[in-house]
């Protein structure tokens, strides 16, 4: 009776869930070709020209858009998806602050034009920081903010002139103000004695290089007129039997029948159900586990939704088939679980940096970064400092690797970055990062800032609201920012569900005696936990170094690789110690990431 009492309760939760969950307008479900879908993707090389004009506006004077590029002025290759910064040796280039103008002509499938009933969507990754994209001339969309997908229908404006190749222009400028995420500067210099003339600096609070550019594919993908727009999952588990509880979202049809079916990795089908809503049982359930906590990791589900409609007498049938790994998240005061079970965090933060393509989606490095990953023994990674591609989600949902999932939230330094235009932004974006990466297995905590002022008076009501908004669209992760303010004047920790701290002992404080390491860190645990009563995780830590660069005689020197070995042993016999003890005493089981992979 008691297993049955359980699974009751777990199917009320799971719907009181529903209740309480503030469900997202629209969804970005992320393209997968099906029966009814087709996929054109437009990766390669596009026509580019940077407006280097003075108030780099000449683009629109012009008006660009309106014909080819190549007709507007001097054109260069680029390829995307790949940041533009590295891809010249132009150093202007490189440096380039402003509007920068991407152009290709695309050949559509006549049978795409043709048939009405065919929904054409140009899709964009990412591109970094506002976009303006225009087809044949006509203004489509535009878009505020990187590391996040947007699309728009075109459909329509193809049909205009069925025999004119698409001629897709996308216009992205990269300036960052205080009111962006990230924040930033611009400043206007001039001193014709000491810099040329119309010297312009964009002056950031992080320490990475803003690359810009179209960093993702673009694509152009079909769906019929009455199609699924969205669907969100949420999973449970009740001793053997899993429970995945389901909304499917469809536009186009106010008359569509929907069926449900859930596969297991051999796609041998285990549930079923129909509805727009709905909870598949599955016994035996396989959970989705993290990498090195179980022999199978990353277990996944297929989860195909059939809708079909009739309209003015035909049949219209879309389908899309979701990945889903069932498992569950819980905090309490002393731990973080996963599947009811302990986790601890032994990973690292990225970038998607790399030499040449700067954050370009790049298949090979991410493969590679995987592989390095399982080397080192991690288990999980933030995704520091902003949104990482949805390809890299879907890697760590197969590959059993955790996810704290962070927004461009990096660099909020300056007390005017915390009025209602910067919190109404952020509010936004936290809307489209949840959208994208809410049925994700891998994503367990999502990150709203990393390193803000955090001890500003305006600090406390923003992360409040912010905090409370992302609850609001996902009740069932926790939520948290990364502090290195003082643990007793941080405003918005009160409001995380997990401490996140960053200090670099013996490296920024004290540089180059390891041996305060122990006491520091120590300290750092017992005041944070003494006030706060959470889990607490060290999402960063670290020492540069010169590689091959060795000492004897001043084993600290610093930036030698003696003294990388000596910081590196300290704080991870600290780490080590703690866990121990705390453990013992039933206080958290504290958690670390280290800096870099």
Excluded at 21 to 28: C, I, K, V
Excluded at 246 to 275: F, R
């Amino acid at each position: 009776m008691e297993p049955f009492r359980r699974l009751v309760n777990c199917f009320v939760f799971l719907s009181a869930v529903w209740d309480v969950a503030h469900l997202l307008d629209g969804g970005t479900l992320f393209p997968r070709e099906s029966s009814s879908r087709e996929i054109k993707e437009l990766n390669g090389l596009w026509d580019f020209r940077a407006d280097v004009s003075h108030d780099r506006n000449l683009g629109f004077q012009q008006a660009w858009y309106k014909s080819r590029l190549a007709e507007t002025g001097p054109v260069i290759d680029m390829p995307v998806p790949a940041s533009y910064n590295d891809i010249t040796q132009d150093p202007q280039l490189r440096d380039f602050i402003g509007w920068v103008w991407y152009e290709r002509e695309v050949l559509v499938p006549s049978r795409w034009v043709s048939d009405e009933g065919t929904r054409v969507v140009l899709r964009v990754g990412s591109a970094h920081y506002y976009s303006v994209v225009w087809v044949n001339g006509i203004k489509m969309t535009e878009h505020e903010g990187g590391h996040l997908p947007f699309e728009a229908e075109i459909g329509d404006v193809l049909r205009k002139d069925p025999g004119v190749a698409c001629r897709i222009t996308i216009a992205v400028n990269n300036t960052l103000t205080l009111q962006t995420l990230p924040p930033g500067t611009i400043q206007h210099i001039d001193d014709p004695t000491r810099y040329p003339a119309n010297y312009v600096v964009q002056n950031t609070n992080f320490d990475f290089f803003n690359y810009a550019g179209l960093h993702r594919p673009v694509l152009l993908y079909t769906t019929p007129k009455a199609y699924v727009d969205d669907i969100t999952v949420l999973t449970s588990f009740v001793d053997n039997i899993g429970l995945i509880s389901y909304q499917v979202s469809v536009l186009g049809s106010l008359n569509s029948t929907l069926k449900v079916t859930l596969s297991d990795k051999d796609g041998h089908s285990v549930a079923s159900s129909t509805g727009p809503s709905g909870v598949l049982k599955v016994m035996d359930v396989s959970l989705w586990w993290p990498y090195l906590m179980h022999e199978s990791p990353g277990y996944l589900y297929s989860m195909e939704v059939h809708m079909t409609t009739a309209s003015e007498g035909s049949a219209c049938e879309d389908v899309y088939a979701l990945p889903v790994g069932i498992r569950t998240v819980q905090v309490t005061n002393t731990q973080f679980l996963i599947n009811s079970k302990p986790f601890y965090f032994h990973g690292v933060n990225k970038h998607e940096d790399a030499d040449i393509r700067g954050k370009g989606l790049d298949w090979p490095l991410i493969v590679k970064d995987f592989n390095l990953l399982k080397w080192l023994g991690a288990n999980s990674f933030r995704t520091s400092h902003y949104p990482y591609a949805e390809e890299i989600l879907q890697m760590a949902d197969r590959h059993g690797i955790v996810v704290i999932d962070e927004c461009p939230g990096v660099g909020i330094a300056d007390i005017r970055s915390f009025g209602n235009a910067s919190l109404s932004h952020h509010l936004v974006v936290m809307d489209e990062l949840v959208r994208r990466d809410k049925n994700h297995a891998s994503v367990v905590m999502w990150s709203v800032a990393n390193e803000p002022a955090a001890e500003m008076p305006p600090a406390g009501f923003y992360f409040k609201t912010l905090i409370a908004h992302t609850k609001s669209l996902d009740v069932t992760r926790p939520v948290t920012f990364i502090t290195a303010s003082n643990f007793a004047r941080d405003k918005g920790a009160p409001y995380v569900d997990v401490i996140c701290v960053n200090s670099y002992f013996s490296w920024y404080s004290d540089p180059g005696h390891p041996e305060v390491i122990p006491y520091q860190l120590n300290t750092q645990f017992e005041n944070w936990y003494r006030k706060y009563q959470k889990p607490i995780i060290q999402s960063e830590y670290g020492a540069d170094v010169v590689p091959g660069m060795h000492t004897v005689s001043v084993p600290d020197l610093l930036c030698c690789s003696t003294f990388r070995v000596m910081f590196s042993t300290g704080q991870k016999q600290t780490f080590k110690n703690k866990k121990k003890l705390l453990s013992k005493v039933n206080r958290p089981v504290l958690v670390k990431i280290s800096r870099s992979l």
